[in-house]
T-cell receptor, first 113, second 113 residues
Framework: GENVEQHPSTLSVQEGDSAVIKCTYSDSASNYFPWYKQELGKRPQLIIDIRSNVGEKKDQRIAVTLNKTAKHFSLHITETQPEDSAVYFCAASSRAAGNKLTFGGGTRVLVKP | ETGVTQTPRHLVMGMTNKKSLKCEQHLGHNAMYWYKQSAKKPLELMFVYNFKEQTENNSVPSRFSPECPNSSHLFLHLHTLQPEDSALYLC????????????FGPGTRLLVL
């Protein structure tokens, strides 16, 4: 089945700097890659997603890139703010695997003011 | 947010108790999911229901018993749990059975004594 690895597990950045989180996946048939943000004590919420027919997607300060050949995708947060502090999860979904979402282990991001 | 609701939000139970977790989605979705979220572990998919039919049981012990009476409601019946079952149990829903955005409930924080 699908295996998703996420790095780093923790990330501390200064406010205003950029943060990058990387994920790799094992199933070459995976075609949907969402990113979720989970603030302390709250539910995971989708912040951005990308499908395999697109290489990059941007939404304000957040961008996701996908490299299908290398089977990895990354989340980029620019001009970080204290409210970006949270745990971020990547995931991959493959029709061949019954469309289950397989999640990475999460990255705890701390933005220091 | 009221799209996906879960009750109770917190639950403490003994190993001999029987309790049930409830999830309700108001989004008109046809697929519902149970996840387990433990400290320092990835989100673990437990069960998937599509159009009220169970389509995934991710090797979950029989002390967890799901029930999906209709597309809007999902239950997780608990009996003779172990302390290692203490975790945050998250419900999610999506339009169909995969490859698209899942919307999460707030979770039930379970403590087994």
């Amino acid at each position: 089945g699908e295996n998703v690895e996420q790095h780093p597990s923790t990330l501390s950045v200064q406010e205003g700097d950029s943060a990058v989180i990387k994920c790799t996946y094992s199933d070459s048939a995976s075609n949907y890659f969402p990113w979720y943000k989970q603030e302390l004590g709250k539910r995971p919420q989708l912040i951005i997603d990308i499908r395999s027919n697109v290489g990059e997607k941007k939404d304000q300060r957040i961008a996701v890139t996908l490299n299908k050949t290398a089977k990895h995708f990354s989340l980029h947060i620019t001009e970080t703010q204290p409210e970006d502090s949270a745990v971020y999860f990547c995931a991959a979904s493959s029709r061949a695997a019954g469309n289950k979402l397989t999640f990475g282990g999460g990255t705890r991001v701390l933005v220091k003011p | 947010e009221t799209g996906v609701t879960q009750t109770p939000r917190h639950l403490v139970m003994g190993m001999t108790n029987k309790k049930s977790l409830k999830c309700e989605q108001h989004l008109g979705h046809n697929a519902m999911y149970w996840y387990k979220q433990s400290a320092k572990k990835p989100l673990e998919l437990m069960f998937v229901y599509n159009f009220k039919e169970q389509t995934e049981n991710n090797s979950v012990p029989s002390r967890f018993s799901p029930e999906c009476p209709n597309s809007s409601h999902l239950f997780l019946h608990l009996h003779t749990l172990q302390p290692e079952d203490s975790a945050l149990y998250l419900c999610a829903s999506s339009q169909e059975g995969g490859g698209e955005t899942q919307y999460f409930g707030p979770g039930t924080r379970l403590l087994v004594l």
